[in-house]
C-alpha cells in the first residue's frame, strides 16, 4: 500500500479506536489487529501528530506503579474522522465507476 | 537485550535530537515494552518484538520538523569546523608577516579618518577667519570715514561684507558636514558591529 494513503488510514484507525474510550499505546495497535497491522515505531509518530494537529489529547494515569499515557479524542478529532468518512463516499463512487468499466 | 539496554542504545542513536523529543521517545517505547511483558512475554521478547533501534531512531528522525533538522545540520557544520592545528601553528609562526599587515592596514584607515576630520577643522579655523575678518572691516571701515578716507572705508566696508557672506555661507556648509560626518562615524561602526555579530 501506498506509504503516504497508509499514514492517512492510520491516523483515522487509531482515533476511531478512541471513539469508543481513551486508551494507551499497546492497546492502539492490539485493537487495530483486526483492521490493519501496525508497528509501535509506526504509531508513535502518528500519535504525535495527531496531538500536535488538536486530534487527541495526553494524559498521564497511574498503572501497576508506573506512568502510562493516555490518549483522548477531541471534537477536532471527531471532525477529522467524519471529513474521512465523507472523503471516501466520493473515492468509494469512483471506485465503483472503474471497477463498472472493467467489467463492461 | 534487557529493557535498559535498549533504552540506553536507543538514547545513544537519538540524542543529538532535540531533548524534548529524546525523551518522549524513551519514555513511548519504555511503555511500550512494560505494557508486553505485562502481556505475558518476557524482557528480551518484548525487546525483540519492537524491531532494530536504527530502524526506530531513523523512523524518529524522519518526523522531525524541517527547521529542526536545518538547525541541527548547521550545528554540526559549525562543530565540525575548527581550525585543523598546522593552521592554527601556520598563523602562529606567520603574524610577524600578517601582524604587521593588519597593523599597518589600520593605521591607514585610522590616518585616512584622520585626515578627514582635520580638514573638516581646517574649514572650521576658515569660518573664523571669515568672521575676524568681516568684524576688521567694520572696524577699518568706521576708522577711515573718521579720518575722512572715503575711498579706504569704502574699501573696508565691501571687504567686510565680503567676508560676511562668504563666512555664513562656509558656517552653512560646515555645519551639514561636520554633522555628515558624524553620522558616517556612527553608522560606519554599526555595520562593524554588525558584520561581527553576524
Known amino acids: 500500500m501506498d506509504i503516504q494513503l497508509k499514514r492517512g488510514l492510520l491516523e483515522v484507525c487509531a482515533l476511531s479506536v478512541l471513539l469508543e474510550e481513551d486508551s494507551y499505546g499497546y492497546k492502539i495497535i492490539k485493537d487495530l489487529e483486526g483492521c490493519i497491522t501496525i508497528s509501535e515505531s509506526t504509531l508513535y509518530p502518528i500519535l504525535r501528530r495527531l496531538e500536535a494537529a488538536g486530534a487527541l489529547s495526553v494524559y498521564s494515569a497511574e498503572h501497576n506503579g508506573r506512568l502510562r499515557k493516555y490518549y483522548k479524542i477531541t471534537d477536532e478529532g471527531r471532525k477529522k474522522i ?3 468518512l465523507d472523503e471516501w463516499k466520493d473515492i468509494m463512487n469512483v471506485y465503483e465507476y472503474i471497477e463498472g468499466k472493467m467489467k463492461a | 537485550m ?10 545513544k542513536q537519538i540524542a543529538e535530537y532535540p531533548s524534548g523529543e529524546t525523551e518522549q521517545s524513551l519514555e513511548y517505547y519504555s511503555e511500550m515494552i512494560d505494557d508486553r511483558m505485562e502481556d ?3 524482557e528480551g521478547e518484548a525487546v525483540a518484538s519492537l524491531g532494530k533501534i536504527e530502524d526506530i531512531a531513523r523512523q524518529i528522525k524522519e518526523e522531525l520538523p524541517l527547521a529542526t533538522l536545518v538547525k541541527q545540520k548547521t550545528k554540526e557544520k559549525t562543530h565540525g569546523k575548527r581550525l585543523p592545528v598546522w593552521a592554527i601553528i601556520l598563523l602562529i609562526l606567520g603574524f610577524p608577516l600578517w601582524g604587521g599587515l593588519v597593523i599597518t592596514i589600520l593605521a591607514v584607515v585610522v590616518s585616512l579618518y584622520a ?15 571669515f568672521a575676524v575678518s568681516s568684524l576688521v572691516g567694520v572696524i577699518g571701515c568706521v576708522l577711515s570715514a573718521v579720518h575722512g578716507a572715503f575711498g579706504s572705508a569704502l574699501f573696508y566696508l565691501g571687504a567686510g561684507m565680503v567676508c560676511v557672506g562668504l563666512g555664513i555661507f562656509l558656517f552653512l556648509g560646515m555645519r551639514l558636514l561636520t554633522k555628515g560626518l558624524c553620522h558616517g562615524t556612527a553608522w560606519c561602526f554599526r555595520q562593524f558591529k554588525k558584520a561581527i555579530i553576524g
Request: a negative charge; hydrophobic letters at 60%.
Open chain 1, 82 to 84: 467524519q471529513d474521512f
Open chain 2, 2 to 11: 534487557t529493557k535498559v539496554e535498549f533504552l540506553d542504545e536507543l538514547k
Open chain 2, 40 to 42: 505475558g512475554m518476557t
Open chain 2, 115 to 129: 585626515v578627514i576630520w582635520v580638514i573638516d577643522i581646517a574649514l572650521w579655523s576658515l569660518v573664523i577667519v
